[in-house]
């Protein structure tokens, strides 16, 4: 967490930046960028409460995370805004936001910690987060797919942290189902307002939104009020899931954003961006932009008078859907859709279910489009590895476009395309469509990731050969040349795990988070490098043994 | 997917390895008292059975945790350890909301720090949950233990004036209140554990595994029943199986 913002509308000064707390180096942009992404940016808010969320370019200050992931370069702001009448004010209303600011996506646990202060905070003032920060700074840093336990204002919130890019679902995660508590155990990757509640009228468009996110579009997402705005762009780009969403997403972008200008130009729209925009402005000044989502009824204003009708006007004007350019090809689940319905119609079970139900849909979905990326995939890496098998750690083979469409139409896809009556070639549809994703961003950081995944397992099984090869066995009858060139590589591997012993365990921690980095052998394999270097050494002649004695100060 | 109504022993993983009708019930425990009577160093005695002179005023509150055996349970205290500070008194509804424990302390060398309990006694009585069990120690009865029987250093015996609350006074005030009473010393250690094995005994265990009420028919057979709450005969005043 990088600190704490109140901020205030004022009627002179519009939004400002009351205090930060703990203090905090935030350059002028970027304070106008929090102040500016912490409160609602039309007038569908009237008096109340919500909770919702941002995420700012943050180049400057340093503040956010570097590095060459998603999360680099850019804060994560969680928002807690309350607007009441307040007559002492100029303007007759209190309208305040605090904003949490943090370098982590977890929006399911940030939601809840802004849901749980902001209140406090608003009726007791600054020991509430002083109280807060001091709760914060006890956690511990967050490690993935673990169950944490997180003291905070009395409170004790349970939450999953989320592995890179693994869904967040139900069945996988620790809690105890029988005693579930939606409030404080928390996946937290997950909206606090389920996807199933945001799309519950538009569920049926949610087959082409994936298709959609999977080509990485360029979407504007438009909504009544910045909590489903923020909370229907993140679900959307969870909706791909295990696919890692390759692009750049705003889940409240506003008019004062300091990459507005960028993003809203007459040209041809960036490809791979997401935004989610609350103002009617936009709807205009990105007409050119093929692809508009409208989610989310918007909110009947409270008054005394019940009967009032005025509000609803204004909801005529805003039809949920999806304008696409695109035509969907993929057939929707119609059992899964009357499950749904059945379910909503009876009042049981829960959303959060419902939701869980909709989600591990479309994460199976997703893993279904997969299968035949990862059956060719499989085939890119070499089976078989020995002592001999080759000087260098093994490498992947290359992926070659030609052998995957070749591979894909021997086996055919798994996803169900529509069938139409005119359309003859359903090969074609399909074809195209995997064509359409080698293209798209969304393939480069899968196959980085996959490649990544299958190198660190191809190094384990090449470090287990070393450690494990049959030394003596294999020697027999091997020019010393050979034996030379495996004891060098042994060494090597002792050397890197000489090294890895010097660093504290900190860093250790750090590296589990960064795959890209390749595991290093543990002490064990330490142990048993050492044993298989003295077996070949034993094997040198007389003279090469003793110049590798001398130096085996390893 | 797994079933919500299923009864918690199906579902209910045997986590640490133990029985799964070991498994621990938590139970939310808020200290409250005016600032430097010792409420920290009461927890830090109980849950790391250590002492440390001339503690740091806790800001807010600190958390801390410790499992308790009690017969055929095991209870997990989640301890929210308040700030006595002026300035974070009114965040202590924070704290002792949904408690089922408090512990309210004072200092037997303070006279004015009993009232201040006595405040936050009513506090509680009127704001918190209704079932919650309250506790009254009296903490630091190391400066008033007479010099042969302390083992301490006997100089620090006539520090700060001796006793300001005598022991029948604060007794009396206590059961009239329907409160648990203790003295306590956080730096030996006397009647520490006490507090929180009576605690334990006198919390409505049934109650607490219930929770939440859609699962009302899920309760571990294991767990409620035959615990001998409130029949006072198993006060020992040995640890009674308290695991710290």
């Excluded at chain 1, 929006?107 to 020991?127: D, H, M, Q, T």
């Excluded at chain 1, 003295?534 to 130096?551: H, K, N, Q, V, W």
């Excluded at chain 2, 015996?157 to 609350?165: F, S, T």
Aim: glycine share 6%; with cysteine.
């Amino acid at each position: 967490m990088v600190c704490f913002c109140v901020v205030n509308f004022d009627l002179e000064l519009g939004q400002a930046m009351d205090s930060m707390y703990p203090p905090s180096e935030l350059g002028e942009e970027e304070k106008k960028s929090v102040c500016f992404s912490a409160f609602p940016d039309s007038n569908s808010f009237d008096v109340g409460e919500t909770v919702f969320n941002f995420r700012i370019r943050c180049s400057k200050s340093g503040l956010a995370a570097s590095g060459p992931t998603a999360d680099a370069g850019f804060l994560y702001g969680y928002v807690f805004f309350r607007q009441k009448k307040d007559p002492r004010i100029k303007r007759g209303y209190f309208q305040r936001s605090l904003v949490l600011l943090s370098q982590h996506p977890y929006v399911g646990l940030f939601s809840r910690v802004v849901s749980i202060l902001g209140p406090a905070y608003f009726e007791v003032g600054n020991p509430m987060l002083e109280a807060a920060c001091h709760d914060i700074a006890s956690w511990k840093s967050p490690s993935p797919s673990k169950l944490i336990d997180l003291p905070f204002l009395g409170n004790v919130i349970q939450v999953e942290i989320p592995q890179p890019n693994k869904p967040q679902l139900l069945e996988t995660c620790p809690f105890d189902m029988a005693n579930y508590r939606p409030d404080l155990q928390i996946l937290a990757s997950l909206p606090p307002t389920s996807m199933f509640t945001h799309f519950r009228d538009m569920i049926k468009d949610l087959w082409l939104c994936w298709e959609l996110m999977l080509f990485a579009e360029p979407i504007v997402l438009m909504a009544p009020d910045p909590k489903i705005c923020s909370e229907s762009v993140l679900e959307l780009m969870d909706i791909i899931n295990p696919i890692p969403y390759c692009g750049d997403y705003r889940p409240y972008f506003t008019i004062q954003d300091l990459d507005f200008k960028s993003f809203v130009t007459k040209n041809k729209p960036p490809s791979n961006v997401i935004i989610g925009v609350t103002n009617p402005f936009f709807i205009k000044a990105l007409a050119h932009w093929p692809n508009l989502v409208r989610v989310g009824k918007p909110r009947v204003r409270k008054t005394t008078d019940n009967s009032w009708r005025g509000s609803h006007a204004s909801s005529l004007d805003f039809v949920q859907g999806v304008k696409s350019k695109r035509k969907s090809v993929i057939a929707k689940d119609k059992a899964i859709l009357k499950r749904l319905a059945e379910a909503v119609a009876r009042g049981y079970p829960p959303d959060y279910l419902l939701n869980n139900i909709l989600r591990r849909y479309f994460v199976d979905l997703t893993e279904k489009f997969l299968v035949p990326l990862n059956r060719y995939f499989s085939t890119l890496i070499p089976f078989h590895i020995t002592l001999s098998s080759s000087q260098e750690p093994p490498q992947l083979k290359p992926f070659k476009t030609d052998s995957f469409l070749k591979s894909l139409q021997e086996h055919g896809p798994q996803i169900p395309f529509k069938t139409k009556k005119f359309q003859t070639n359903t090969t074609e549809t399909y074809l195209n469509f995997y064509t359409q994703f080698l293209k798209c961003g969304n393939f480069a950081t899968w196959l980085r990731q996959r490649t990544i995944e299958a190198q660190n397992e191809l190094r384990k099984r090449y470090l287990q050969v070393l450690c494990e090869g049959d030394v003596k066995t294999w020697m027999v009858g091997k020019h010393e040349m050979e034996l030379v060139d495996l004891l060098v590589r042994v060494k090597d591997e002792l050397k890197l795990s000489k090294q890895d012993s010097l660093t504290d365990s900190q860093s250790l921690v750090n590296r589990e988070c960064d795959h890209v980095s390749l595991s290093i052998p543990t002490p064990k394999q330490r142990e048993k490098l050492k044993a298989q270097a003295d077996i070949i050494i034993s094997g040198l002649p007389r003279d090469l043994r003793e110049s590798f004695t001398a130096t085996a100060g390893i | 997917m797994s079933n919500p109504r299923q009864s918690a022993s199906e579902t209910a993983p045997a986590r640490n390895g133990e029985n799964p009708n070991l498994k621990p019930v938590n139970v939310k425990l808020v200290l409250l008292g005016e600032a430097a009577v010792g409420k920290s160093s009461l927890v830090l005695r109980f849950v790391n059975n250590d002492f440390q002179e001339n503690k740091e005023p806790t800001i807010g509150a600190a958390f801390l945790t410790q499992k308790c055996r009690l017969e055929d349970k095991v209870i997990k205290f989640e301890i929210w350890d308040t700030a006595g500070q002026e300035r974070f008194h009114s965040l202590a509804p924070m704290y002792y909301r949904n408690a089922q424990a408090a512990v309210v302390v004072y200092d037997v060398t303070k006279a004015a720090s009993l009232d201040k309990a006595k405040s936050w006694v009513k506090e509680l009585q009127r704001q918190a949950n209704p079932n919650i069990v309250i506790a009254l120690a009296g903490n630091k009865i190391d400066l008033v233990q007479p010099a042969e029987e302390s083992e301490e250093d006997p100089a620090e015996n006539g520090r700060e004036g001796g006793r300001q609350v005598p022991t029948e006074e604060a007794k009396a005030y206590a059961l009239e209140a329907g409160l648990l009473f203790f003295e306590t010393s956080a730096k030996n250690g006397d009647g520490v554990r006490d507090i929180f094995v009576e605690i334990a005994k006198k919390i409505p265990l049934e109650h607490i595994i219930s929770r939440p009420r859609q699962t009302s028919n899920s309760i571990n057979p294991g767990m409620g029943g035959t615990s001998g709450v409130n029949n006072g005969q198993n006060r020992t005043n040995n640890a009674s199986g308290c695991g710290c």
